[in-house]
């Protein structure tokens, strides 16, 4: 994968975390996808007063990818503050609609707000969820 695409990919995440809107928790998380045909595209988290009804960046990135015709994804990018001063990586949800429409293979980068990362592979975050055939 070409380095500077994902630099791009992680320029666009500290962007989209500029943009949440999170205005109960404070917690601000931004993503971004990089797709087969070398597309990125953005998401940010945006809360909502009743929690079921919120939505994490990384799913908005992932949907909007769908969307938007801008192909598979193969790298998620997910920039937040720390979680109990580790970096923060997606939720089960997101995971798990991430491996619907990528698949085993896509590559997760978590950065924290120093650009500290730590990269996985979805299978170590997420063996257990139930995997679908990609339809994209």
């Not at 205005?23 to 953005?42: N, Q």
């Not at 998401?43 to 015709?69: K, P, T, Y």
């Not at 650009?115 to 063996?127: D, F, G, Q, S």
């Amino acid at each position: 994968m070409d380095n500077q695409l994902i630099d791009k990919a992680i320029t666009a995440a500290f962007k989209a975390r500029s943009l949440s809107y999170a205005p109960y928790s404070d917690f601000k998380m931004g993503a971004a996808i990089l797709t087969d045909k070398d597309i990125i595209i953005s998401g940010s988290l945006v809360e909502n007063v009743s929690l079921g009804l919120a939505m994490c960046s990384e799913r908005i990135a992932l949907f909007s990818s769908v969307s938007q015709d801008a192909g598979k994804p193969l790298i998620l990018v997910l920039v937040s503050d720390r979680t109990d001063g580790k970096i923060t990586l997606p939720c089960g949800a997101c995971l798990q609609v991430a491996l619907e429409l990528s698949g085993p293979e896509l590559e997760i980068i978590a950065c924290d707000l120093d650009k500290n990362t730590e990269r996985n592979n979805i299978n170590n975050l997420a063996p257990r969820l139930p995997y679908k055939t990609n339809k994209l």
